[in-house]
Nanobody, 123 residues
Framework: QVQLVESGGGLVQAGGSLRLSCAAS????????MAWFRQAPGKDREFVVG???????YYTDSVKGRFTISRDNVKSTVYLQMNSLKPEDTADYYC?????????????????WGQGTQVTVSS
């Protein structure tokens, strides 16, 4: 089993920045595809960004140029640097992991999930 714990959420003004962290427990972190999803009130959970074991990345269009995903295999941690935040970024953010080589974008394709961390962006 893999356990994921997110942190770093909070309240920020539009245009501000936050850095989310996802700490993983497990022996094969470097082999996982990691991703961030988010879920706004009343909406479905949606893919934000993913990173492969080869550090290839894929971002949803709405965050390109503003968000950056990275991973530290020594610390078994994945990060999400969020800059130029907008009110529409407000959501619960979830870290997810799965085995494989491809970056997957559907919730059902991920086996392991964190508990989520809240991000609120005020206008």
């Amino acid at each position: 089993q893999v356990q994921l714990v997110e942190s770093g959420g909070g309240l920020v003004q539009a245009g501000g920045s936050l850095r989310l962290s996802c700490a993983a427990s497990g022996r094969a972190f470097s082999s996982y595809v990691m991703a961030w999803f988010r879920q706004a009130p009343g909406k479905d959970r949606e893919f934000v960004v993913g990173i492969s074991a080869e550090t290839r990345t894929y971002y949803t269009d709405s965050v390109k140029g503003r968000f950056t995903i990275s991973r530290d295999n020594v610390k078994s941690t994945v990060y999400l640097q969020m800059n130029s935040l907008k009110p529409e970024d407000t959501a619960d953010y979830y870290c997810a992991a799965t085995f494989g080589m491809l970056i997957r974008t559907l919730t059902r394709e991920y086996e392991y999930w964190g508990q989520g961390t809240q991000v609120t962006v005020s206008s």
